[in-house]
């Protein structure tokens, strides 16, 4: 079950910019942020950024996350065909000591 | 580098304990801040997680989860094995286990996961 909220969708056209938000609550992305990551069809989930917007070595610059308040957001610039993938946030929640992932949201380039 | 597999049985019976198996390398779990998870995947739903042991031995568990899973880990041999009792076709899943960055706290890297389907 997914403990953070993302919109289940978004579609964006070829080189256009994608801002993919994630929800939870003060327990959880309000208090470390969140992390992303990538799963493209039959294949594992791929880091993007860790929680404070640090990306791994080797990531893309096009992908950058940023955090408000209980929202996390991760923004794809100049959108690519291989950017089509299902995009996940996750968390630590300190008052279930659980990690908490989001629904995930599919990204479509058009 | 860091690599993670899992192994284990592809089809398990309904009420059958299910015992999954994390190889890993490129980093040791006596480290501190290290850690390996557990998160499954329903075919085509999203990601849930399960479990997580720490370089300590401290565990945690999904709430929901917690009254049937075991996380354990065998340093020598470079595993975590994780139990899962009283299994049920809803579990059918991708299971995946990842390493716990010591710095950032996040899982960073994935194993390619094993699909368990719980099927009489």
């Known amino acids: 079950q997914a403990g953070l909220t993302q919109p289940p969708s978004v579609s964006k056209g070829l080189r256009q910019t994608a801002t993919l938000t994630c929800t939870g609550n003060?327990?959880?992305?309000?208090?470390?942020?969140a992390a992303w990551l990538q799963q493209h069809q039959g294949h594992p989930p791929k880091l993007l950024s860790y929680r404070g917007n640090n990306r791994p070595s080797g990531i893309s610059e096009r992908f950058s996350a940023s955090g408000s308040g209980n929202t996390a957001s991760l923004t794809i610039t100049g959108l690519q065909p291989e950017d089509e993938a299902d995009y996940y946030c996750?968390?630590?929640?300190?008052?279930?000591?659980?990690?908490?992932f989001g629904g995930g949201t599919k990204l479509t380039v058009l | 580098q860091i690599t993670l597999k899992e192994s284990g049985p592809t089809l398990v019976k309904p009420t059958q304990t299910l015992t999954l198996t994390c190889a890993f390398s490129g980093f040791s779990l006596t480290t501190s801040g290290v850690g390996v998870g557990w998160i499954r995947q329903p075919p085509t739903k999203a990601l849930e997680w399960l479990a997580l042991i720490y370089w300590d031995g401290a565990e945690r568990y999904s709430p929901s989860l917690k009254s049937r899973l075991t996380i354990t880990k065998d340093t020598s041999k470079s595993q975590v094995v994780l139990t899962m009792t009283n299994m049920d076709p809803v579990d059918t899943s991708i299971y995946y286990c990842?390493?716990?960055?010591?710095?950032?706290?996040?899982?960073?890297?994935w194993g390619q996961g094993t699909l368990v389907t719980v099927s009489s």
């Open positions: 003060s327990n959880n992305v309000g208090n470390q942020g």
């Open positions: 990842a390493h716990r960055n010591a710095v950032y706290g996040d899982l960073d890297y």
């Open positions: 996750s968390a630590w929640d300190s008052s279930l000591s659980a990690w908490v």
